[in-house]
């Protein structure tokens, strides 16, 4: 399509190129008393002699181009900057050769009609152009000229354009309060309309707090409404963005009172997430218990269930514990899921409530999964609740027991007869007793003299022997000295040896039938 419009623009260009030269070879043939005369062609004047860029002229070289002055454009630049062609040689001009008496005279004459050539296909981009280089008086007398139907202009797809770039380039407050006077009269038609949003969303931008007080005032007068509108959930998560604490705090307890009737649109969730998001506690909770009465309904909507998954994962502790619980309900747990949303919530819930609550859920959950056993989310479901009751079970899950029971150091052999051991715990007093243990009384040194690691690691055997020794040395006659804590310190090592022996060989068990179970 782009190289067929190309092809008839020239064309269309050849045609006019032909019907401008001065003596073509196509002459008009007319009888004048009996005779045969000819006479050339007459040339039609143009709207822009000397301006048009069909001109023969026109895309020539720049010496045999007509210098373009203030006289050549006076009185022209209305019908030439509504033309395609036209609009792009004033641009071409006021870039490349800028004369200030012709800006000035292009700016005095599209001011009358600047409404409509806001709104011009063509002639907008001419109107933003200017923009840029306009002193403050001529742009605000702009301004003024525009104000009566700004609020039209920025509804429509050209006009909305050169209302955003009127407002980048205000630079005094008395343009600021002609525009804000202006856009003021029918706020909300703007923030929900296609291309109006835009201009509110830039005056958020740009313009100050207190002067952007009545976009804030407007939307919440309707914020429901406007929530619930493609355009209006973007506005008003802009006016979160760019309000101030004070705007911020009324327009979220705005939006929390209308709250649950925005929560199931498919835009007004966007609007509470985005509240979610701010992580203030207090709001977060608030939110949290205001829909957990109608959780059962919520987290089965494909759009509140989005924010029934936010609220586990922004609210503290407290909140989310209150969920679970709701979630420990049979019936709720069961419609949620079976249900292709609510299973989203209870997976969450999952990995967010405390320890105790969330193994209550997983008990509650686990008699009915098989009525979701073909469900595409069984399996992942299933994969979350057995990775719970792994770290229920686990021993490296318990911080106590990791601490009880440090990484078995390695084990030098040493001399362990009865009397040298006896010996060595009958000159330690009983505050030194539990230092010395089998597992800390070896030396430390890794490697021989060479640098090579020849240090055996403790085995089974070794560490009964040890506790063998240790008991015959405090047992013995020849050590009347050991007391009644030697024979508890003795016991109480044992105990803790014969624990450890039994978590490994269970972790060992459950590694095997873990893997017999992925084997399967």
């Known amino acids: 399509q782009l190289l067929q419009q190309m092809e008839e623009l020239?064309?269309?260009?050849?045609?006019?190129?032909?019907?401008?030269?001065?003596?073509?070879?196509?002459?008009?043939?007319?009888?004048?008393?009996?005779?045969?005369?000819?006479?050339?062609?007459?040339?039609?004047?143009?709207?822009?002699?000397?301006?048009?860029?069909f001109a023969p002229s026109f895309g020539a070289a720049p010496s045999q181009q007509p210098q373009m002055t203030a006289e050549s454009v006076r009185g022209r630049v209305y019908e030439t900057a509504k033309d395609q062609h036209g609009c792009r040689f004033l641009q071409r001009a006021l870039d490349s050769n800028y004369d200030r008496e012709m800006a000035q005279v292009i700016m005095n004459e599209i001011v009358p009609y600047v409404p409509e050539l806001m709104t011009d296909q063509y002639a907008n981009f001419l109107v933003q152009?200017?923009?840029?280089?306009?002193?403050?008086?001529?742009?605000?007398?702009?301004?003024?000229?525009?104000?009566?139907?700004?609020?039209?202009?920025?509804?429509?797809?050209?006009?909305?354009?050169?209302?955003?770039?009127?407002?980048?380039?205000?630079?005094?407050r008395e343009e600021m309060?002609?525009?804000?006077?202006?856009?003021?009269?029918?706020?909300?038609?703007?923030?929900?309309?296609?291309?109006?949003?835009?201009?509110?969303?830039?005056?958020?931008?740009?313009?100050?707090?207190?002067?952007?007080?009545?976009?804030?005032d407007a939307v919440s007068s309707d914020c429901a409404s406007i929530a619930m509108n493609k355009q209006g959930c973007c506005v008003l998560q802009r006016c979160l963005e760019y309000a101030s604490p004070e705007q911020h705090k009324a327009l979220v307890s705005t939006i929390l009172d209308a709250a649950l009737d925005v929560v199931e649109d498919p835009y007004g969730n966007y609007v509470v997430q985005y509240v979610l998001e701010s992580d203030e506690v207090e709001i977060n909770d608030r939110i949290g218990l205001m829909f957990l009465p109608?959780?059962?309904?919520?987290?089965?909507?494909?759009?509140?269930?989005?924010?029934?998954?936010?609220?586990?994962?922004?609210?503290?502790?407290?909140?989310?514990?209150?969920?679970?619980?709701?979630?420990?309900?049979?019936?709720?747990?069961?419609?949620?899921?079976?249900?292709?949303?609510?299973?989203?919530?209870?997976?969450?819930?999952?990995?967010?409530?405390?320890?105790?609550?969330?193994?209550?859920l997983t008990q509650t959950i686990r008699p009915v999964l098989h009525t979701i056993r073909n469900a595409p989310y069984a399996k992942k479901l299933e994969a979350k609740m057995d990775m719970i009751g792994r770290k229920k079970f686990s021993p490296t899950h318990n911080r106590g027991f990791r601490n009880q029971f440090p990484p078995m150091p390695p084990f030098t052999p040493m001399n362990?007869?009865?009397?040298?051991?006896?010996?060595?715990?009958?000159?330690?007093?009983?505050?030194?007793?539990?230092?010395?243990?089998?597992?800390?009384?070896?030396?430390?040194?890794?490697?021989?003299?060479?640098?090579?690691?020849?240090?055996?690691?403790?085995?089974?055997?070794?560490?009964?022997?040890?506790?063998?020794?240790?008991?015959?040395?405090?047992?013995?006659?020849?050590?009347?000295n050991s007391s009644s804590s030697n024979n508890g310190f003795v016991n109480n090592y044992q105990n803790q040896n014969h624990q450890q022996q039994h978590h490994q060989q269970q972790h060992h068990h459950q590694q095997q039938h873990q893997q017999q179970q992925q084997q399967q």
């Open 10 to 53: 020239e064309l269309q260009e050849n045609e006019l190129r032909q019907r401008h030269t001065p003596y073509s070879n196509e002459m008009n043939t007319f009888s004048v008393q009996g005779q045969n005369r000819q006479q050339p062609q007459q040339q039609p004047q143009s709207f822009s002699q000397g301006l048009n860029p």
């Open 129 to 172: 152009k200017l923009f840029d280089m306009m002193p403050h008086d001529v742009r605000f007398n702009v301004a003024k000229v525009a104000a009566p139907q700004m609020p039209l202009i920025a509804l429509t797809p050209h006009g909305t354009f050169s209302v955003q770039k009127l407002i980048e380039t205000i630079t005094t």
């Open 177 to 216: 309060l002609v525009v804000r006077d202006a856009l003021s009269a029918d706020v909300v038609r703007l923030v929900v309309d296609v291309h109006g949003n835009h201009v509110i969303q830039k005056v958020l931008q740009r313009f100050d707090h207190p002067d952007k007080q009545f976009i804030y």
């Open 294 to 360: 109608a959780i059962s309904r919520l987290a089965i909507n494909k759009f509140s269930s989005n924010v029934m998954e936010r609220v586990l994962r922004r609210t503290s502790q407290h909140v989310k514990d209150k969920y679970c619980e709701a979630l420990c309900d049979l019936n709720i747990a069961t419609r949620l899921l079976s249900d292709d949303y609510g299973n989203y919530v209870v997976q969450t819930a999952l990995t967010t409530g405390s320890p105790m609550i969330v193994d209550t």
């Open 416 to 480: 362990l007869d009865a009397p040298h051991m006896g010996m060595m715990m009958g000159q330690l007093g009983d505050g030194q007793m539990t230092a010395l243990t089998p597992y800390n009384h070896v030396p430390q040194q890794r490697g021989n003299s060479n640098g090579t690691n020849n240090v055996p690691i403790m085995t089974a055997a070794q560490r009964n022997a040890i506790d063998a020794a240790m008991v015959d040395a405090i047992g013995g006659s020849g050590h009347n």
